[in-house]
């Protein structure tokens, strides 16, 4: 089935089964490959991009309720704080295997764009996504980080 | 840990590039882009000036690919803002010999250690003959010219790029003794800077195994027998019939679903119906027949590792005597990139585009499952998404060689997260049974150990990999023993991260806890006593109690546990300050690591990695489990195998210990002590001595 949906600021036509997950989408029909696979299951969060500005995992969600809803991934992050939260990542050096990390890219850009000033317990309670590097120390310190320029 | 790498090789294997090569593609599209690498071998100069340098170990997050670099653009004093790298297979030109290289593995914490002194005298070499081509060029003496920031300047003050003079230098013969730099000197080895290939992770255009594309390629989906050691029974290939699968194919222990899409192969696979042939005795496996047969194992003599003075005679004088039994579960690696591979076999050649830990291995399953002679078979190592020495096995290339070989185009296999999970090569389930004696005032006197577990060296010979940090001890002890036997399951084992240390070192540094306690003494003092003729481990032990302020914790009502890890020359002290609530909820607050690993490449990059050991480690520690019930694994996902979440992380400081030493290896040694650092901090807030692991299997209330 044919489907007309809006990533990144562009319209994609994909003819796909209407059950395909968006991640999948985006890997194979659309050719973006920063959206990553893991669990498959909605655990993990390195499938991560915004729906509607709503940081969701994109393995659980079929195409076909995708609508009209406007899907950013990794690699149409350049809102002021997606990049913000980019530069934050280099100055605190977060990245080791990468794998997860545009998920969690997505997750922290979702957290402060709603919430300049995220407390620890913020941070907790939104950043569940999954590193099997250990990198999370970091990713506090760069979300941080983001805050104070922010709120500068 | 001795270099091999002779002058020979060296000769043979460092050119300097052409000139005029593109320099971005190293990073994009590069595994499509094959000039690159039919014209240099180790480094290449653009005319822009841009240095690109290959790096033949596997960069899983460790940070290679950003290491090995700067040991080379320090002897080559090249401008670090214009260096790049590019990933290569260890093979061929880029074979490396000594330790690890041996095996073209890149693993037990030895990319650095084996390859500081070779890489230094590349780039030195290759600085070298930048020179003599400029001092060719300029008819000048070669003494009036130096070399800084990729370019070379004339005492006139006349200068040029490197780039410039690649072609020509290209053409010189490879200096012998090139001169290499005073290590005061140094102005990019040390320095913590920021990694290569972060700019790319952060938005998503790294390649990745499972990122690989290719004209044409086909995806494959596995479904391998649920049970260890079953094969597929009375194979049926139209069972694919009225799906949107392409092709089914039988692979060691399972069958491939080829479609056009990864997920439609998955959903088909799904779906199947396949009739495996389980052998009796694995069906009938479970973890608490695995557990008996340990504890059955321990009671055997097994072979002895190791034997200092008369243990026995020295147990039954002693004093105090105490004996402990510790268990340790099978674990899996879970690393975030399910195991992938993308081959493209054709009748005269194959490709492989992988995320792998041994190159060499995959060219020879490629041979192997090919017939094809190695010079017809070409592997590209791309990013991993983790590996934890999961990556070294090779069961994945063979099934992407096999999909490929079968339907006659590239075909890319991953594995389903359950796939995973259920076909690691597991860490060992393993126990331990420890006895020592305590004299008056003299310390431990007498330590009789004895461990069984499957063996990671299976063929009877000495297995140092599963005895690694069981024997020998770090401790001065005047008499000891340690026994190792065998067991096997038909469990499927291998390399985990720090391997036999992962279970060993919780063993030996909760047993040196218990005699502390029996002795009556403080556990870090005791430890301190038992290494008065280590200045080092000492030294290192000393530094991780000032930093955590031994004995204060900082957070009220919490409690503190210390541990010592050695892995090669390197040595780690961690302490860890842990509450347990009234409710038995454990929390870990901070872990303190002092470390003694050498000279240090890049002090941020060693930091990253003793940080995400802990991680690994306390993951491990704190919920790490797999089961087997009826020959399989019960576990399938991050639900039943949960790793720690931001809310669960600690904080880990790092003191790195100032040493004049060349590098030791950092990967693996920050996973070890965590275990019994948590748990030893456990015993002194509540008085429970954990000796079963994961920690979540007891209650504290
Ligand atoms: S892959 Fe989507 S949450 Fe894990
Ligand atoms: S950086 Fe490797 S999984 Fe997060």
Known sequence: ?152 | MEIQLTRRTFLKTTTLGLTGLTLGCSIGPWPFDRKFSNVTVWLTISEDNWITIMVPKAEMGQGVSTALPMIVAEELEADWTKVTFALRGELGDYSISGAMGVSGITGGSTSISTMFEPLREMGAAAKEMLVTACAQRWQVEPESLTARNSFITHSTMRSITYGALAEEANLLPIPENPQLKDPSAFSIIGQPLDRLDTPDHIEGRSVFGTDVKVPEMLYAAVRQSPVFGGQVAHFDPSIIEGTTAEAILEIPGGVAVVAKSYWEAEKVAQSLEIDFHIPEEMEALSSEDISQQLTQDLSTPGSQVRLIGDPIAAMESAPIKVEALYVVPFLAHAAMEPMTCTAKVTPESCEVWVPTQGARIVQAVTRANTGLDVSSIEVYPTHLGGGFGRKVESDYVTQAVLASKAVGKPVKVIWSRQEDMQHDYYRPAFKAELKGGIGESTGIVSWIGKSAGPSLMAGGFFDFMSTAGFSPLPYDVPNMSAHYVESDFGVPIGWWRSIGSSQNVFFVESFVDELAGAAGEDPLTFRGEHLKNNERRLAVLERVAEMANWGQPVVPGAAQGVALALHGASVLAQIAEVSVDSGGEIRVHTVYCALDCGGVVNPDIVEAQIEGAVIFGLTAALYGEITIENGRVRQSNFHDYPLITMIDAPLVKTTIIKSDARPSGVGEIGVPPIAPAVTNAIFAATGHRVRYLPISLYEFS
């Open chain 1, 1 to 152: 089935m044919k489907f007309s949906i809006n990533v990144n600021r562009k319209f994609y036509t994909v003819d796909v089964d209407p059950q395909k997950p968006l991640l999948w989408v985006l890997r194979e029909d659309i050719g973006m490959c920063g959206t990553k696979y893991s669990c498959g299951i909605g655990i993990c969060g390195s499938c991560t991009v915004f729906l509607d500005g709503i940081a969701s995992p994109s393995c659980t969600l079929k195409v076909e309720s995708v609508g009209r809803m406007k899907v950013t991934t990794i690699e149409g992050l350049n809102s002021k704080i997606g990049r913000s939260v980019k530069e934050a990542w280099i100055e605190e050096k977060v990245s080791q295997c990468g794998y997860c990390q545009p998920g969690q890219i997505m997750k922290a850009t979702y957290l402060l764009s709603n919430n300049s000033d995220p407390s620890d317990e913020d941070i907790d309670e939104t950043m569940t996504n999954l590193c099997r590097c250990g990198t999370y120390q970091r990713i506090r310190s760069a979300i941080k980080k983001v805050a104070t320029n922010i709120n500068l």
